[in-house]
């Protein structure tokens, strides 16, 4: 069978196959050549062409040039997470090309990282803040659930009806409970904790 031969505008002269080269319509990434016969008149496969594009290369992808005159080799990360620079929240790159300027594939280490134009750096005033916060609420919670298992044993207390066993016990729990209540917690993380009489 006889190759087709092309104009300028690659509409075929004459009849015949023609070996073209197929790339994503929206990515323009090259997917596969076929083997394509065009007729007197027929232009290329939409979203083809016929200059064949370089060889495969890892961590490149091959896409038609925006102006697609040519091929070019883009910078690949599909499917790598790359972290906000404003944020550092998480995402997954689905499309070719650099990345974007808002985005970094460096992980931050904490939830209080900062982008200071080249890596991460952790911001200690918040983190601390934040730890001091989680320390004060879990100091609270354990104060209100020793409260209300000693909170029976206090009313037996007031009516003279507690029995020395739970006197003990209750002694120990008030213990705790103030042991809590004094416990510095502007060391947080880094706290010692004290033990329940459990």
């Not at 232009?43 to 070019?72: H, M």
Request: with cysteine; net charge negative; charged share 20%.
């Amino acid at each position: 069978m006889d190759i087709a031969l092309l104009d300028e505008h690659n509409i075929a002269l004459n009849a015949g196959t023609l070996n073209v080269f197929n790339y994503h319509e929206s990515t323009r990434e090259y997917i596969y050549s076929s083997s394509e016969y065009l007729a007197v008149g027929v232009g290329l496969p939409a979203n083809s062409c016929i200059d064949a594009p370089p060889g495969k290369q890892d961590g490149v992808a091959i896409c038609r040039s925006t102006d697609f005159t040519g091929w070019e080799a883009l910078e690949d990360h599909r499917g790598k997470t790359a972290y906000r620079i404003k944020t550092g929240k998480a995402v997954t790159v689905s499309a070719p090309g650099k990345l974007d300027t808002g985005l970094t594939l460096i992980a931050p280490a904490t939830d209080y990282d900062k982008w200071d134009g080249k890596a991460w750096v952790t911001d200690k005033l918040a983190e601390q803040s934040a730890a001091i916060a989680q320390a004060n609420n879990k100091r609270a919670a354990l104060i209100t659930e020793a409260s209300a298992r000693t909170q029976l044993w206090q009313t037996q207390l007031m009516l003279n009806m507690i029995s020395e066993s739970d006197k003990t016990l209750l002694t120990e729990w008030m213990r705790y409970i103030q042991a809590l209540q004094t416990l510095n917690t502007a060391s947080a993380p880094n706290i010692t904790w004290p033990l329940s009489p459990l």
